[in-house]
């Protein structure tokens, strides 16, 4: 009885093992578009940047960086420190997480930071929610809370 009930787990396992290979291999891959695991394969990668951005504690050190420079910030754009201080909390950078952008969205405008010193693209969408940032060989799309929706057209002065 456990021979037969050893080939039976040994077969199960092979099919198991087969029918991932078939999925890896068919039809251009795994994470082609449209294979059903692509989308779960997406979500994860999404859930574990999310995880990576949490940890590191980069959105407080965003946030603290842009505080500590208001004024700065207000010298170079005419805007008062109280204005400057509420488009900070208006971006909302603790609610910024990383997604799967749709395949439904079309990109609007590319802004390359190599104009100011860094090392990264950005790039908006029609649907304002989301936001592509390319930097260091790595692609990250954000959802975009709606309060910080509203200075996306500001990064057109930029260019």
Not at 100 to 110: E, I
Not at 116 to 122: K, S
Request: glycine share 8%.
């Amino acid at each position: 009885m456990k021979k037969v009930l050893g080939v039976f787990c040994g077969l199960i396992a092979l099919i198991i093992v087969a029918c991932i290979g078939v999925l890896i291999t068919a039809d251009g891959g795994l994470f082609k578009e449209g294979n059903p695991l692509e989308q779960f394969a997406s979500d994860t990668k999404a859930s574990l940047v999310n995880a990576a951005i949490d940890a590191s504690g980069v959105k407080n050190t965003i946030h603290q960086e842009l505080t500590a420079r208001t004024s700065d910030i207000a010298q170079a754009t005419g805007m008062t420190e109280t204005q400057v201080s509420s488009a900070i909390n208006d971006l909302a950078i603790d609610e910024w997480t990383a997604t799967t952008l749709p395949s439904t969205t079309t990109p609007t405008a590319t802004y390359d930071g190599s104009n100011f010193g860094v090392d990264g693209v950005l790039t908006t969408y029609d649907d304002p929610s989301y936001v592509t940032v390319e930097a260091y060989g790595q692609t990250i799309t954000f959802d975009v809370p709606a309060s910080a929706q509203a200075y996306l057209p500001y990064l057109g002065y930029l260019a």
